[in-house]
């Protein structure tokens, strides 16, 4: 009746979740990862949490600059999204351009942004909790924006929003929000 889940498959019982793209800069080094292991923890003051490991670059940039930001592609960019995901930002000048996204300077933070983003999040370092061979990051939100056209009680922007299925298999939203009473 029940098989034994391991322990290197139990995390996918919380997937798909939806992927966000976690950049970071200080001084003349910047990376971006893709990250799945995200989620709001706080609404007054508006804090979300990320799961990073320690060995990424971007973790690194983080907590030197405590500051990220982090930002929601559409699903049109799933490869840009695998790349940022499978190679470190120590391999190259610019991680952002090497994936052939557009970035640009944040509104409030030194961290860059992605111009193709549904959703951008501007965040500052508040803890870095130690959780295993991941670090908690948690980021106050300063500044919060999307395109005009985002609204996430539409099935068109829900459509678009990528979910991390495993490794390199993403899946989205069917798009029919069904209210229950
Ligand atoms: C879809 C996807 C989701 C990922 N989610 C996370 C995550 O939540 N936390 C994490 O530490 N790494 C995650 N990774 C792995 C990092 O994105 C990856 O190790 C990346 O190359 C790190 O880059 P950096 O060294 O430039 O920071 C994910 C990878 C993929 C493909």
Known sequence: MWRKISFREWPYILHPRPVTIVASKFKNKLSAMAASWTMPVSRKPPVVAVAIAKNRFTYELIIKSKEFSLNLLPKEHLDK????????????????KAANLTMANARRISSPIILESLAILECVLRKDIESGDHNIIVGEIIEAYARKEFNILNEETI???????????????????????
Request: no cysteine; hydrophobic share 35%; net charge positive.
């Open 159 to 181: 459509r678009r929003i990528p979910l991390h299925v495993r490794s390199n298999k993403y899946t989205s939203p069917i798009g029919e929000i069904i209210e229950v009473e």
């Open 81 to 96: 999204i695998q790349f940022l995901g499978t190679v470190s930002g120590r391999e190259f000048v610019n991680k952002i």
